[in-house]
Nanobody, 126 residues
């Protein structure tokens, strides 16, 4: 079992930056692929970014590529999402997720994840 707790959400102006953090406990962190998803009001939960267990492999949704960066610190059991050049359409509840394994899978849908955090709200004002 893995427990995930997100932090760092808040209100930011368009063009600004925010950094989210996900703290993991309860399992060997280095045997987990970490992901960030988001869900805007009235919309489905969508993939944002993923990072392999070693941190050497990353993958991003087209909508955030070049603006967001996912990273992890295996010594601290954390996975962060640095969000720059933020847009109002980035407003959503952001969730940390984990999947047992070492490499980013082709299936990055919410149903494929093994563990979830409760989310942190990000609001981008125009």
């Amino acid at each position: 079992q893995v427990q995930l707790v997100e932090s760092g959400g808040g209100l930011v102006q368009a063009g600004g930056s925010l950094r989210l953090s996900c703290a993991a406990s309860g399992r060997t962190f280095t045997a987990s692929v970490m992901y960030w998803f988001r869900q805007a009001p009235g919309k489905k939960r969508e993939f944002v970014a993923g990072i392999s267990s070693s941190g050497r492999g990353t993958h991003y949704a087209d909508s955030v590529k070049g603006r967001f960066t996912i990273s992890r610190d295996n010594a601290k059991n954390t996975a962060d999402l640095q969000m720059n050049s933020m847009k109002p359409e980035d407003t959503a509840n952001y969730f940390c997720a984990a999947k047992d394994g070492y490499y980013i899978n082709f299936d990055m849908t919410p149903d494929a994840m093994d563990y979830w955090g409760k989310g942190t709200l990000v609001t981008v004002s125009s």
